[in-house]
């Protein structure tokens, strides 16, 4: 199971952010997403595709449906600069744990 | 509080076996759900999952790496450790550890960077 994300999203601070993450039928699976800044480890910002752990600004939310899911990030400020991972688990598989290839946010 | 912290060495030369530890602390491994992942990021590239060891002591291996890989239990309670076996510089990387609450990883340690080279 593939995950793609783009490469690359630039927004300018105060925009909304929309990060994709594509995979066969993921609307039908349990999207996580992690924010990692430069340097640092990865955070959870969002479990189970649309859930906040604590912690986590309501600027952060997530959807999915069909064959993409979507990380939104409102009201973008440069802390948010960062390489965005979604992950899915794949059940039964010889590869439970799937991440994404990453999508660098730059904030303009 | 969920705290996780990898160590091990930060130099290895190629076909050595490299043994990573993390200690961690806020939880028990013996938690129904539970489980503590490896995961490896090379400079400049994406996550890459290594291995899982669950609650119930079932593991689960990166199958392009199940050969070279070994997660166990470590000598306490709170403690797991990942072998692998015959490195190459192909595996320099940031070798994170992370607690598995259900099918996300929510809390991570802070990283160990590993460089194979001679």
């Known amino acids: 199971y593939v995950l793609t994300q783009p490469p690359s999203v630039s927004v300018a601070p105060g925009k909304t952010a929309r990060l994709t993450c594509g995979g066969n039928?993921?609307?039908?699976?349990?999207v996580h997403w992690y924010q990692q800044k430069s340097g640092q480890a990865p955070v959870l910002v969002i479990s189970?595709?649309?859930d906040r752990p604590s912690g986590i600004p309501e600027r952060f939310s997530g959807s999915s449906s069909g064959n993409t899911a979507t990380l939104t990030i409102s009201g973008v400020e440069a802390g948010d600069e960062a390489d965005y991972y979604c992950?899915?688990?794949?059940?039964?598989?010889?590869?439970?744990?799937?991440f994404g290839g990453g999508t660098k946010l730059t904030v303009l | 509080q969920i705290t996780l912290r990898e160590s091990g060495p930060t130099l290895v030369k190629p076909t050595q076996t490299l043994t990573l530890t993390c200690n961690f602390s806020?939880?028990?491994?013996?938690?129904?759900?539970?489980?503590v992942a490896w995961i490896r990021q090379p400079p400049g590239k994406a996550l890459e999952w290594l291995a899982l060891?669950?609650?119930?002591?079932?593991?689960r291996y990166r199958p392009s790496l199940k050969n070279r890989l070994t997660i166990t239990q470590g000598t306490s309670a709170n403690q797991v450790v990942l072998t692998m076996t015959n490195v190459d510089p192909v595996d320099t990387a940031t070798y994170f550890c992370?607690?598995?609450?259900?099918?996300?990883?929510?809390?991570w340690g802070q990283g160990t960077l590993v460089t194979v080279s001679s």
């Open positions: 992370a607690h598995k609450r259900g099918t996300e990883m929510d809390f």
């Open positions: 806020g939880f028990s491994l013996n938690t129904d759900g539970v489980g």
């Open positions: 060891i669950f609650w119930d002591d079932d593991k």
């Open positions: 039928n993921v609307g039908r699976k349990s």
């Open positions: 189970y595709i649309s």
């Open positions: 992950q899915v688990w794949e059940s039964g598989s010889e590869l439970p744990v799937i």
